[in-house]
C-alpha cells in the first residue's frame, strides 16, 4: 500500500463534503486576518503582504514584502496559489510548509491558525473575490506591453545592480548573480522581477531561468552590470529568447 504524505493527509482531511462558502460570512471572518494583510483598493503591505489577486500568484511574490525562508523554500518548488491550498494553508501555516517542501524545519512567519473548516472556506471566498480570472489578469498583463509587445522593463536599476524580469506568459524559477555570495533565487510570476548587487570591481553578472526549482536544464544570460534583462520566452537547453536578443 502506498504511504501517504503529510501533504495529501491534509488535503485528504479538508476533503469530506462541506457546505457552501459564504463571501458575506467570510468578511467576518477577515476581521481577524486584518491585523496583518490588506485587501481591496489602495492595500499595501503591512505585517503580512497584500492579498489582491493571490489566485494564482507564485507563493512569495507580491512585490515589496519580505517573506520568510519557510515561504520561499515553497516559493522555489512551484507553490502557487488557489482556493484549496489556501485553505490547508491557513489551518496550520508551519505545517503545511513543512509538507509541501519536505523540510521538517521549515517556518512560517504567519503564526495564526484558523481551525474552523466552514470559516476557512468562507474567508478563501471573500479573498478571492478581490482575485480577477487568470484570463483578466493575463489581459491586464497585455495592457502593461510596450508597443512592441515585451513587458515594460525595469527603469530604476542600481548602477551596482544586475536584474532579471519574467516577461514569459507563467510563473518560472529565477536566479541572478553577481559573484560571491551575491546570489538569488525566486519564483516569478510575470511582469516580475529580481535583483541583486554585484561584487566590487565586477563588470558582469549573470542571470539564469528554469522551468521550476527542480528542473536542470534551463537558460543562462551573461550581462553587465546595472543592467536588467527580460527572458521573453523560455524553452530549454539554453534556447529562451531573451530581450537582449533583439538589441
Given at each position: 500500500?502506498?504511504?501517504?504524505t503529510p501533504l495529501l493527509l491534509l488535503?485528504?482531511?479538508?476533503?469530506?463534503?462541506?457546505?457552501?462558502?459564504?463571501?458575506?460570512?467570510?468578511?467576518?471572518?477577515?476581521?481577524?486576518?486584518?491585523?496583518?494583510?490588506?485587501?481591496?483598493?489602495?492595500?499595501?503591505?503591512?505585517?503580512?503582504?497584500?492579498?489582491?489577486?493571490?489566485?494564482?500568484?507564485?507563493?512569495?511574490?507580491?512585490?515589496?514584502?519580505?517573506y520568510g525562508k519557510g515561504m520561499k523554500?515553497?516559493?522555489?518548488?512551484?507553490?502557487?496559489?488557489?482556493?484549496?491550498?489556501?485553505?490547508?494553508?491557513?489551518?496550520?501555516?508551519?505545517?503545511?510548509?513543512?509538507?509541501?517542501?519536505?523540510?521538517?524545519?521549515?517556518?512560517?512567519?504567519?503564526?495564526?491558525?484558523?481551525?474552523?473548516?466552514?470559516?476557512?472556506?468562507?474567508?478563501?471566498?471573500?479573498?478571492?473575490?478581490?482575485?480577477?480570472?487568470?484570463?483578466?489578469?493575463?489581459?491586464?498583463?497585455?495592457?502593461?506591453?510596450?508597443?512592441?509587445?515585451?513587458?515594460?522593463?525595469?527603469?530604476?536599476?542600481?548602477?551596482?545592480?544586475?536584474?532579471?524580469?519574467?516577461?514569459?506568459?507563467?510563473?518560472?524559477?529565477?536566479?541572478?548573480?553577481?559573484?560571491?555570495?551575491?546570489?538569488?533565487?525566486?519564483?516569478?510570476?510575470?511582469?516580475?522581477?529580481?535583483?541583486?548587487?554585484?561584487?566590487?570591481?565586477?563588470?558582469?553578472?549573470?542571470?539564469?531561468?528554469?522551468?521550476?526549482?527542480?528542473?536542470?536544464?534551463?537558460c543562462t544570460r551573461i550581462i553587465p552590470?546595472?543592467?536588467?534583462?527580460?527572458?521573453?520566452?523560455?524553452?530549454?537547453?539554453?534556447?529562451?529568447?531573451?530581450?537582449?536578443?533583439?538589441?
Amino acid at each position: 500500500m502506498k504511504k501517504l504524505t503529510p501533504l495529501l493527509l491534509l488535503a485528504l482531511s479538508m476533503a469530506q463534503a462541506a457546505p457552501a462558502q459564504d463571501i458575506e460570512a467570510g468578511k467576518a471572518v477577515f476581521k481577524n486576518c486584518a491585523a496583518c494583510h490588506r485587501i481591496g483598493e489602495g492595500a499595501k503591505n503591512a505585517a503580512g503582504p497584500v492579498l489582491n489577486n493571490v489566485i494564482g500568484r507564485a507563493a512569495g511574490t507580491f512585490e515589496g514584502f519580505k517573506y520568510g525562508k519557510g515561504m520561499k523554500e515553497a516559493s522555489t518548488k512551484g507553490l502557487v496559489w488557489d482556493a484549496e491550498k489556501i485553505e490547508a494553508y491557513i489551518a496550520d501555516p508551519k505545517k503545511y510548509l513543512r509538507a509541501f517542501t519536505g523540510n521538517k524545519r521549515a517556518k512560517a512567519k504567519m503564526r495564526f491558525k484558523l481551525k474552523d473548516a466552514q470559516k476557512r472556506r468562507d474567508v478563501v471566498a471573500y479573498v478571492a473575490s478581490f482575485s480577477k480570472p487568470a484570463a483578466t489578469q493575463a489581459a491586464m498583463a497585455s495592457e502593461s506591453t510596450a508597443h512592441n509587445g515585451m513587458v515594460s522593463a525595469p527603469t530604476d536599476i542600481k548602477a551596482n545592480q544586475i536584474c532579471v524580469q519574467n516577461a514569459g506568459k507563467q510563473p518560472y524559477f529565477f536566479a541572478v548573480d553577481g559573484g560571491g555570495d551575491t546570489r538569488l533565487t525566486n519564483t516569478l510570476a510575470p511582469g516580475e522581477t529580481l535583483c541583486t548587487t554585484a561584487m566590487d570591481m565586477a563588470k558582469t553578472g549573470k542571470v539564469s531561468v528554469f522551468e521550476t526549482a527542480d528542473h536542470l536544464e534551463g537558460c543562462t544570460r551573461i550581462i553587465p552590470i546595472g543592467r536588467a534583462e527580460q527572458m521573453l520566452k523560455y524553452a530549454d537547453f539554453d534556447r529562451c529568447r531573451w530581450s537582449s536578443n533583439d538589441s
